[in-house]
């Protein structure tokens, strides 16, 4: 089921009514039974990928149990690594055998190929063909489970929570059930940390008019960018890199700016969304997106960005590497070691796995050159400077707008012809004429443009103004009047411009 569906307002606004008209003590049946309908309705033919979800919850409730009665630390330790080879073993199942299996083709017929590369070209392919015809998986594919990546995190998170004694484990297996399933934040995240959404499962939620209306305004804010920004901006997107060889230039510098807009809106409009929708209910999730794109420098940009994911990672994986406790060298590779990892986690597909890397890149530059970069600093006086932090900023938007090139092509071909003619063309870039055509030859038309245009530059205006504070949190801190005129203008123009003629699923429902 997906946010942006009136099927979705249909059935948020019958679980919020029954849940406030029942006791307390079955809320948790039917937030689960809700949850997984959630899911089911994603493909109802395919009803089989909830059992997936129930046999992670279960595999995950067991183990930890064992683990926390066991006060052996190999025992525990084995137990541990029971539930983490089921975890992870299901995840590569469902989103990376295909890939390995591809993979495994592809290097195999290459081989062939250069083996028999003596009896010319055409004989060679021809051995290679006929490998592959004779290749017991060529036919191999498996649907990828919505959210299984996030759910499958979430519930490892618990399992080693557990396991190194931070947390007790859940007796009550419903609560346990639906901490894993709850229908907010099930398919796309926040990951959530036991430690914050397991009690609020065990807490009365009493109707409070203001968290219904707080909720209300959160979702609302979602919904703007989704359906105005990113579903109208994803149109121009999908037309430029799923054919990059039929464009040159100025087409792939606006179509990657336009996907920097498109998947901050995308994914930060469903967390958004998800913690309105669970915030009407009484709960807290924590916020996924705290304004990245207004970052100095790309280590700070982590700490605003996918929030839930890199503190996930940085607890799970590099702290465990050893972190910065070993050395300058070592901290390097942890780092790039993790984002290389955190890219693979994204998708099956060689080009994640090369934007992982290229911020691990990124992040080791910043490491190897911060002493130098401190001392240019006070040499020149530019401490604190208005100027700089407006460069950095932007640099930091272009550097991160660039590594989403490999992000967004679909190949890594792709990816690398578009690096290659990303300035061709340059000397038209100021012709009105050359600038027209690109805009019309997008998908959109140039009124649609100025929509986007308009659209982002009220985000970036409202994210700006409200400062360290959360967009609607710091509208909610301005005077009646303004409050609502904001939320009217806001749902005037979700009204008028959103797209719901072909509003589409949310990008990270692919991981």
């Given at each position: 089921m997906l946010f942006n569906s009136f099927h979705f307002i249909l059935f948020f606004i019958l679980i919020t009514t029954i849940y406030y008209s029942i006791s307390h003590k079955i809320r948790w049946l039917l937030l689960l039974l809700a949850s997984y309908y959630f899911y089911i309705c994603w493909r109802p033919k395919q009803i089989i990928f909830i059992l997936l979800i129930i046999f992670s919850t279960f595999t995950n409730y067991i183990f930890s149990l064992a683990m926390y009665r066991e006060k052996k630390r190999k025992k525990r330790k084995k137990y541990l690594y029971i539930t983490l080879f089921i975890n992870f073993g299901l995840l590569f199942l469902f989103k990376y055998a295909v890939f390995m299996n591809e993979t495994i083709m592809h290097l195999i017929t290459n081989m062939i190929a250069w083996q028999y590369r003596d009896l010319g070209a055409e004989q060679a392919l021809l051995k290679a063909q006929l490998f592959l015809s004779n290749y017991p998986a060529r036919d191999f594919d498996i649907i990828l489970p919505m959210g299984i990546s996030f759910y499958t995190f979430q519930a490892t998170s618990y399992s080693i929570d557990v396991y190194r004694r931070d947390i007790k484990p859940v007796?009550?297996?419903?609560?346990?059930?639906?901490?894993?399933?709850?229908?907010?934040?099930?398919?796309?995240?926040?990951?959530?940390?036991?430690?914050?959404?397991?009690?609020?499962?065990?807490?009365?939620?009493?109707?409070?008019?203001?968290?219904?209306?707080?909720?209300?305004?959160?979702?609302?804010?979602?919904?703007?960018?989704?359906?105005?920004?990113?579903?109208?901006?994803?149109?121009?997107?999908?037309?430029?890199?799923?054919?990059?060889?039929?464009?040159?230039?100025?087409?792939?510098?606006?179509?990657?700016?336009?996907?920097?807009?498109?998947?901050?809106?995308?994914?930060?409009?469903?967390?958004?969304?998800?913690?309105?929708?669970?915030?009407?209910?009484?709960?807290?999730?924590?916020?996924?997106?705290?304004?990245?794109?207004?970052?100095?420098?790309?280590?700070?940009?982590?700490?605003?960005?996918?929030?839930?994911?890199?503190?996930?990672?940085?607890?799970?994986?590099?702290?465990?590497?050893?972190?910065?406790?070993?050395?300058?060298?070592?901290?390097?590779?942890?780092?790039?070691?993790?984002?290389?990892?955190?890219?693979?986690?994204?998708?099956?597909?060689?080009?994640?796995?090369?934007?992982?890397?290229?911020?691990?890149?990124?992040?080791?530059?910043?490491?190897?050159?911060?002493?130098?970069?401190?001392?240019?600093?006070?040499?020149?006086?530019?401490?604190?400077?208005?100027?700089?932090?407006f460069i950095c900023i932007v640099v930091t938007f272009l550097l991160f707008t660039l590594s989403l090139i490999m992000f967004r092509a679909n190949t890594i071909t792709d990816a690398f012809y578009i690096f290659r003619h990303l300035l061709d063309n340059l000397q038209q870039w100021t012709s009105a004429q050359y600038l027209y055509e690109v805009i019309t030859s997008m998908g959109i038309n140039l009124v649609e443009l100025i929509i986007v245009v308009v659209s982002i530059l009220f985000l970036m205006f409202l994210e700006i103004a409200t400062g360290k504070e959360y967009v609607i949190d710091g509208i909610e801190k301005r005077n009646v009047i303004v409050r609502m005129a904001f939320y009217i203008l806001l749902s005037t123009w979700i009204l008028c411009t959103g797209v719901f003629y072909n509003s589409g699923e949310f990008i990270y429902f692919q991981f």
């Open positions: 007796r009550h297996y419903g609560i346990f059930s639906l901490f894993i399933s709850f229908f907010p934040q099930l398919v796309a995240g926040p990951i959530e940390r036991s430690r914050n959404l397991l009690p609020q499962f065990y807490q009365k939620h009493t109707f409070k008019m203001e968290n219904i209306l707080l909720g209300l305004k959160w979702m609302l804010w979602g919904f703007f960018k989704k359906i105005v920004i990113a579903d109208r901006v994803s149109t121009a997107v999908n037309t430029i890199y799923n054919a990059p060889t039929n464009y040159s230039g100025f087409y792939f510098v606006l179509a990657t700016i336009l996907f920097a807009f498109q998947i901050y809106c995308d994914f930060s409009g469903y967390s958004d969304i998800a913690l309105g929708s669970a915030k009407v209910l009484g709960f807290r999730l924590m916020h996924n997106f705290e304004k990245p794109y207004l970052s100095k420098s790309i280590k700070e940009i982590w700490r605003r960005w996918h929030v839930s994911l890199s503190t996930w990672f940085m607890d799970y994986i590099y702290i465990p590497l050893g972190g910065n406790r070993k050395g300058k060298l070592r901290k390097c590779f942890n780092l790039f070691f993790t984002f290389f990892i955190s890219g693979i986690w994204h998708g099956a597909n060689w080009t994640f796995a090369l934007w992982g890397a290229m911020h691990g890149v990124y992040l080791v530059i910043g490491i190897l050159t911060e002493k130098i970069r401190t001392k240019i600093k006070k040499f020149f006086h530019l401490d604190g400077s208005k100027i700089v932090h």
